[in-house]
T-cell receptor, first 114, second 113 residues
Framework: DAGVIQSPRHEVTEMGQEVTLRCKPISGHDYLFWYRQTMMRGLELLIYFNNNVPIDDSGMPEDRFSAKMPNASFSTLKIQPSEPRDSAVYFC????????????FGPGTRLTVT | AQSVSQHNHHVILSEAASLELGCNYSYGGTVNLFWYVQYPGQHLQLLLKYFSGDPLVKGIKGFEAEFIKSKFSFNLRKPSVQWSDTAEYFCAAGAYNTDKLIFGTGTRLQVFP
């Protein structure tokens, strides 16, 4: 298996623009997680899905952030409009779920908003 | 609320020194515990995990961790570090039968030759 795939790997955009990050989980994994990593706040869970359904989005910073999972093999995290403080590395991870819920992380998308 | 604490934020060692990184979790029930490593510029990778059984868990690259239930701890150890161990290390815990993991804030390890 290719592992969790994320695209793009790097994204530079101007403030106010829409940003869409993409994730393909490992085939057969029922859970998909979106994390944000910054120097100040470390690794934060933004939202996660089980069987394509959002379960907990309490970590989503504000309404500018939205996430979808239209099918078992694809998820997006969208920021509209983007702001400089959104600059971070965004990771996607997938897992089989409890009780063996080891999470497999993707390579991340480094987002820079200028 | 469930939480994970990593008290060492930044550790600097010379090669061949011994390593111990602290991790404490706050949850009274059954938990599953993990250590992840993030090498510079890379994604998080699983180092080792504990679900049940022998509280001393051995992982990849010579790392091990010991689960001490009475202390709510899951410290990571390595007898002799190498320059290639320079990375950030994250402890994570998941309450049994819950969906998500709680990650600690991470410990940055720098190993100098």
């Amino acid at each position: 298996d290719a592992g969790v795939i994320q695209s793009p790997r790097h994204e530079v955009t101007e403030m106010g623009q829409e940003v869409t990050l993409r994730c393909k989980p490992i085939s057969g994994h029922d859970y998909l997680f979106w994390y944000r990593q910054t120097m100040m706040r470390g690794l934060e869970l933004l939202i996660y899905f089980n069987n394509n359904v959002p379960i907990d989005d309490s970590g989503m910073p504000e309404d500018r952030f939205s996430a979808k999972m239209p099918n078992a093999s694809f998820s997006t995290l969208k920021i509209q409009p983007s702001e400089p403080r959104d600059s971070a590395v965004y990771f996607c991870a997938s897992s089989l779920g409890p009780p063996l819920y080891e999470q497999y992380f993707g390579p991340g998308t480094r987002l820079t908003v200028t | 609320a469930q939480s994970v604490s990593q008290h060492n934020h930044h550790v600097i060692l010379s090669e061949a020194a011994s390593l111990e990184l602290g991790c404490n979790y706050s949850y009274g029930g059954t938990v599953n515990l993990f250590w992840y490593v993030q090498y510079p510029g890379q994604h998080l990778q699983l180092l080792l995990k504990y679900f049940s059984g022998d509280p001393l868990v051995k992982g990849i690259k010579g790392f091990e961790a010991e689960f001490i239930k009475s202390k709510f701890s899951f410290n990571l150890r390595k007898p002799s570090v190498q320059w290639s161990d320079t990375a950030e290390y994250f402890c994570a815990a998941g309450a049994y039968n819950t969906d998500k993991l709680i990650f600690g804030t991470g410990t940055r390890l720098q190993v100098f030759p």
